[in-house]
């Protein structure tokens, strides 16, 4: 489907000025899909020459002839106007400098289809806000030599030169064509010249001429000093050497790998030796990280073992001009390797020899707005369509990539073992109903309310009175999760207004104790009784905030853990800046703090040798989530924050506080038996027919009046069923388990096939007539990763 931009008839005073009614037709045309959310996707057919698939442009656009942006999709003559008249087309207005190589431009168009977002919007995706912008980009002059001088032949040339002029130009003669265009100050610093008098001379004869080139400037990506090793590279284990081995026979081809290896079985180091490889046959790799705030020192390993070879850092951090400079390394090939998370799957490199994502099971690699991608899943194509493998890796592969990979669609690598001399940490299940029974025979009260049993918190003793470093892990943020009233009879909870969701208490310095939705963020302060009944209120379900409490008063003179100074809480909360993350880092790694207690931003890629002990206070925060992932969430939580500890010399303790001691999820991720956990897993989701055997799309519909919500889930429901084909389950329209969120009810409709193309055609025919288009209204989520 495309359609053809035509001129809106003008005026008629205004006619003969409109130049493109003149005789001469044009006849070189480009399709540009128009960043907005036209759902075409062909896109719109404009007259204009000397233009690249790719290429950013500007076009008029609509009846007022308004500038839009938009990227080059197809390049042609007249065969692009469908028997359009050539003279009505309107004009490209201007080209920009930024280009996307065609094979981005083909992934758009995947994209496009396979997550039903309109194509302007998946290749403006692709392009960082900092690049469209142009932060930063400086227009500067530079010099080169004129091929044929046009006044002046050689001979005549000494007849006009100064000898100082005729010395310059003879220098010149002799820099390698190559390295032309150069700044004039630097031309004259190169042929010996004390000022810029001979090249000044020089470009009035007409023998240099300038030209402009376009550079980014920008302050220098700021890092953190953690000292990343630089040491020498390790002798490779026969495992390692196996995977990299077997990886570099697919190079030059299109390759899926998963690379399973336990926590410490030096996975990172496979990725460098493939990079190595790749780079030495003048290729680029990149590299997806879940999200380089939260993971530095995998990125510095990068850096370090790289640097000489240029790598771009993509991160949150960057300010836009750094970011734009980054970019522009990735296109013109200057950085061999490109580290980055979710969006550096649209790295602009010229010459793609290997992708790398690693933790690959990572949520964040899923993008909650439009276009709703999966780094991961992207990844995979881009490999397919550059002819290039891709590498998967993780301690604990997505059910996706796990079935995947049973199903020899991708070839299984596998690292069972720590590196040598490191071993597996010894985790202990410690059941928090015995616990408080021990407590209270202790104390003779309840203390219902702690969040760290004897067990624990005598392993925390032992470990920081040895010299050691602990990690704590709460994955809930904020001082208590709800408010009730504690009389039974009576059942009051606190909620939010516009939301269906409980309050979170938070209490900060400084301020009174409020509550706050996570949701729509509204605030509140927190009541002191029951406004039903009148009795005081309690907090329940304990959080970071409570956690860090708990801490100062039970180990703050014992200890001294004072929070700020020996030990810190780390959650979104305190850590509002990557820095914040990166200085705290440094001065755990220098063993100022003693203690980190935060949620599951700890569970991921920490590699400290002095951490001794990893304990996690609450295993059940994940398990009674309403989504068929629960279990497999809880399995990689536990599993990757377990991971943290026993990296050094001294073998590794931890100890997973749970109500429920029996789960299989905390079970077997206790034993490190992730297979037989994939095994009951899959064989779960395949009787209840639920991803990865089966495919899911679901459509969110919002509204904030609640009829009109279901009403239109309701047609779009039935659109989606009539041109489903008999292989499609399409289940709702259904309240969502979160059923109003920011005074907005929500509605959803699923659908499950054995294979996407039968939930691509459900969704392509209502999507194609108008039905269904991803709006303010309605979201489209082809294989979501939540299901709230
Ligand atoms: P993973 O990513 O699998 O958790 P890492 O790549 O972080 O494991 O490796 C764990 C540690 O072991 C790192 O400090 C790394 O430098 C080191 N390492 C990796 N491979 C080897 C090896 N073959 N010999 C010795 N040490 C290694
Ligand atoms: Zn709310
Ligand atoms: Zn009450």
Not at 158 to 182: K, N, Y
Not at 553 to 566: P, Q
Not at 729 to 757: D, S, T, Y
Request: charged share 25%; net charge neutral; with cysteine.
């Amino acid at each position: 489907m495309h359609g053809v931009e035509c001129i809106p008839m003008p005026p008629a005073g205004l006619f003969e000025t409109d130049d493109s009614s003149s005789a001469d037709a044009p006849t070189s045309f480009v399709r540009v899909a128009v960043e907005r959310s036209l759902d075409l996707s062909e896109g719109l057919t404009y007259a204009g020459d000397d233009l690249a698939i790719g290429q950013r442009v500007t076009v008029p656009l609509g009846r007022g002839d308004a500038a839009a942006q938009g990227f080059v999709v197809a390049v042609g003559g007249p065969e692009l106007l469908d028997g359009f008249d050539p003279r009505k087309v309107k004009h490209v207005r201007s080209a920009s400098s930024t280009r996307l190589p065609e094979p981005l431009v083909e992934l758009a168009r995947w994209m496009s289809t396979y997550y039903c977002c309109p194509l302007g919007m998946v290749l403006a995706t692709m392009v960082p806000a900092a690049v469209k912008a142009s932060i930063g980009r400086r227009t500067i002059t530079k010099l080169e030599p004129v091929p044929d001088p046009p006044a002046h032949g050689e001979s005549d040339l000494d007849a006009h030169l100064t000898p100082t002029a005729r010395a310059a130009w003879d220098a010149i003669r002799q820099i390698p064509a190559g390295d032309f265009p150069i700044a004039a100050k630097d031309l004259a610093h190169r042929v010996g010249a004390t000022n810029a008098g001979p090249i000044n001379k020089l470009v009035k004869l007409g023998v240099l001429r300038e030209v402009t080139v376009e550079t980014v400037r920008a302050p220098e990506a700021f890092w953190s000093e953690s000292g990343a090793a630089l040491s020498a590279p390790p002798e490779l284990t026969s495992d390692q050497h196996a995977a990299v081995e077997g990886i570099t026979k697919t190079l030059g081809s299109f390759a899926p790998h998963l690379l399973r290896g336990v926590t410490g079985s030096g996975k990172t180091e496979v990725y460098l030796r493939l990079i190595e490889r790749v780079v030495a046959s003048g290729q680029s790799a990149i590299v997806l990280v879940p999200e380089i705030a939260l993971t530095p020192q995998t990125a510095e390993r990068f850096l370090a073992r790289f640097e000489h070879l240029g790598v771009a850092v993509l991160h949150s951090g960057l300010t836009g001009a750094t970011r734009n400079k980054q970019w522009a390394a990735a296109a013109s090939g200057a950085a061999k390797v490109v580290v980055g998370a979710r969006s550096a799957v649209f790295a602009p490199v010229p010459n793609l020899g290997l992708i790398v994502v690693d933790e690959e099971h990572d949520q964040s690699y899923k993008q909650d707005q439009l276009p709703r991608y999966h780094a991961r899943d992207v990844a995979v194509v881009r490999a397919s369509i550059e002819h290039v493998p891709v590498v998967l890796g993780s301690a604990t592969p997505s059910m996706e990539s796990w079935h995947n990979a049973q199903t020899n669609r991708y070839t299984l690598w596998h690292l069972p073992a720590r590196v040598a001399g490191l071993r597996m940490p010894a985790v202990e299940i410690v059941d928090m109903r015995a616990e408080r029974k021990k407590r209270r025979e202790q104390h003779g009260d309840p203390r219902t309310l702690e969040s760290i049993g004897p067990t624990l918190a005598s392993a925390i003793e032992q470990t920081l009175t040895a010299g050691g470093q602990a990690i704590l892990l709460l994955n809930r943020r904020g001082f208590a999760s709800y408010v009730a009233c504690p009389d039974s009879n009576c059942g009051w909870v606190l909620g939010c207004d516009a939301c269906d969701t409980r309050m979170v208490v938070h209490r900060a310095q400084a301020r009174r104790a409020y509550v706050r939705c996570h949701h729509c963020l509204a605030e509140q302060l927190l009541p002191k009784t029951c406004p039903s009944c009148g009795k005081k209120v309690i907090e329940l379900g304990s959080g970071t905030q409570r956690a860090e409490q708990e801490i100062e008063r039970r180990f703050g003179t014992t200890l001294g853990l004072i929070e700020g100074e020996t030990f810190a809480r780390v959650d979104s909360d305190t850590m509002r800046r990557a820095s914040d993350y990166f200085d705290l880092l440094a001065r755990f790694g220098r063993g100022e703090l003693k203690l980190l207690l935060g949620t599951q931003m700890l569970a991921k890629g920490l590699d400290y040798p002095n951490v001794r002990l990893v304990g996690v206070l609450n295993a059940d925060t994940s398990i009674g989530v309403p989504d068929f992932r629960a279990c497999e969430r809880t399995f990689q939580l536990v599993t990757q924050v377990a991971g943290r500890a026993g990296r050094g010399r001294d073998p590794g303790r931890v100890i997973v506080q749970t109500m429920s001691p029996d789960e299989p999820a905390i079970r077997l991720a206790a034993q490190h038996d992730f297979e037989t956990f994939a095994k009951r897993e899959l064989a779960t989701r395949h009787a209840s027919q639920l991803p990865p055997r089966w495919r899911m799309a679901r459509v969110i519909v919002r509204d904030r009046d609640h009829d009109a919500a279901e009403e239109h889930a309701r047609d779009i429901a039935r659109a989606v069923r009539a041109a489903a084909d008999e292989s499609v389950v399409v289940q709702g329209p259904a309240p969502c388990p979160i059923a109003r969120v920011a005074e907005h009810f929500r509605f959803a409709i699923e659908l499950f096939a054995p294979n996407p193309k039968s939930i691509q055609r459900a969704l392509a025919a209502p999507r194609g007539a108008g039905l269904l288009k991803a709006d303010a209204r309605t979201a489209i989520d082809v294989d979501p990763v939540a299901v709230l």
